[in-house]
């Protein structure tokens, strides 16, 4: 019983695991930074530093072959110069590729990739707003013994 509190309790904590907002510009033929390394359940926005730009995360726009990402994303293109081009989150880990399809852009190097690392238990409940909350949990449940190694609590 005391185990499937636990297990309830974190499934609960995982929906409140604290997101980090990642931007990268996009401008005359680049992204910047090109490439990127976040967490599960974290959001890339993408901002216009100048030009007509869009995220393509469907079709390779030099090749005409689907990317096969995760899960597609992709936006319309905009011109507004500061503008937020486009927003995702990434709920989903692995390693997505995406260009912009606007005129020749991708074949002169406006290209990126978002690696998305998966999220343990461990940084669910370390990152998480209510950590306190969990540890009193844990505690109240009498489940602190049933940990086998130093940790977060």
Known sequence: MKKQILY???LLISLTVAQTTHTINAGSYYYSPSEITINQGDIVEWINDGGLHDVNGD???ISSVPFNNPESFD???TSTVGAVIYTH???IPG???YDCSV???ALNG????IIVN???VVDIIVNSDDHNTLETAVIAAELDDDLSSDGPF
């Open 75 to 77: 936006s319309p293109p």
């Open 89 to 91: 989150e990434f709920s």
């Open 59 to 61: 079709v390779n726009s």
């Open 118 to 120: 998966s999220n343990t």
């Open 103 to 105: 005129g020749s852009h």
């Open 8 to 10: 309830i309790f974190l």
């Open 95 to 97: 390693t997505y590729y």
């Open 110 to 113: 406006m290209t990126g990739t």
